[in-house]
């Protein structure tokens, strides 16, 4: 619903909608007004009324009751558009901000660039790239640079944004003499995830978060030495953990690799002491 801060994402969902039922040209003007006295305006009066009242079911209350009394769908959606389609530019200094921090972190690949994707629409619609307007068709290859350039600051704004265990395949794109497009990209990153088997389920992301926290709470002032009784795991046999923090039991985070045992145990026995912690 239009709230007064999403316009441009409200007027791209109902343009769709209204297109969907062949209904868009009488919002935008394509459509005259006939006479009161042509045959065909009662039909045209019913289908501007029932527009009418979609608009209105589409927005908030308090805006609804401002446009509630517009006999004209063309001056409904011509007065949303001049009170909201303005430029925020503070809408578009978040924008940027949430762009360029974003990383993958916990999330699956799909995930992370879903997130990205829609952040990139959105900021396309108030800063959208510009097109030619000239009378004869230029033959310059400015327009077509200039969204080569848009392209490519988006492939590099995902790649820097994945994890570190996707560096191999990170370096083999930008490697590239030609650039790819983003499908493409995404294809080979993809393949990459599986067949890594970066796999993160909910339990791991909670083990990596409290391990990355203990970690982070200990640096610059060590680790205090556990000086209880040492805890044997009873499924795996192993020191140093308990069999409810064991990976071998419950499934391996995806930075571990199964045959660094080292690892594993002492990365058990942080998350153990994180508990007991706790």
């Known amino acids: 619903m239009l709230n007064g801060s999403n316009y441009h994402v409200w007027a791209r969902s109902m343009r769709c909608a209204l297109g969907a039922k062949n209904k868009f040209e009488f919002v935008d003007g394509s459509i005259p007004i006939p006479s009161t006295f042509d045959p065909s305006y009662k039909s045209w009066n019913r289908c501007n009324m029932i527009i009418h009242s979609w608009i209105v079911n589409s ?15 063309v001056d409904v959606w011509n007065d949303l558009k001049e009170r909201f389609s303005q430029g925020d530019l503070i809408r578009i200094s978040e924008l940027q901000q949430e762009i360029y921090g974003i990383k993958q972190g916990s999330l699956f690949v799909t995930e992370f660039y ?85 796999i993160v389920n909910d339990e791991s992301k909670a083990l990596i978060n409290a391990i990355d926290y203990k970690r982070s709470q200990g640096r610059g002032k060590g680790f205090a030495q556990n000086s209880g009784p040492k805890k044997i795991c009873t499924y795996y046999g192993k020191t140093g953990h308990t069999i409810e923090t064991c990976y071998r ?7 571990f690799q199964k045959g660094n045992s080292s690892m594993v145990n002492n990365a058990c026995s942080e998350t153990t002491d994180l508990k007991e912690d706790l």
């Open 59 to 73: 927005v908030v209350k308090s805006i609804g009751q401002s446009i509630i009394f517009l006999e004209n769908v």
């Open 114 to 198: 879903s997130e990205l994707k829609i952040l990139w629409e959105e900021l396309e619609t108030y800063m959208p790239i510009p097109c030619c307007a000239c009378p004869v068709k230029c033959t310059c290859v400015a327009m077509r640079n200039a969204r080569q350039f848009h392209t490519l600051n988006h492939f590099i704004r995902f790649l820097t944004g994945l994890n570190e265990n996707f560096s191999v395949v990170k370096s083999q794109i930008l490697l590239m003499d030609l650039v790819p497009s983003m499908n493409q990209i995404f294809y080979m990153v993809i393949q990459h995830e599986r067949q890594g088997n970066f």
């Open 249 to 255: 039991k419950h499934g391996f985070p995806p930075h």
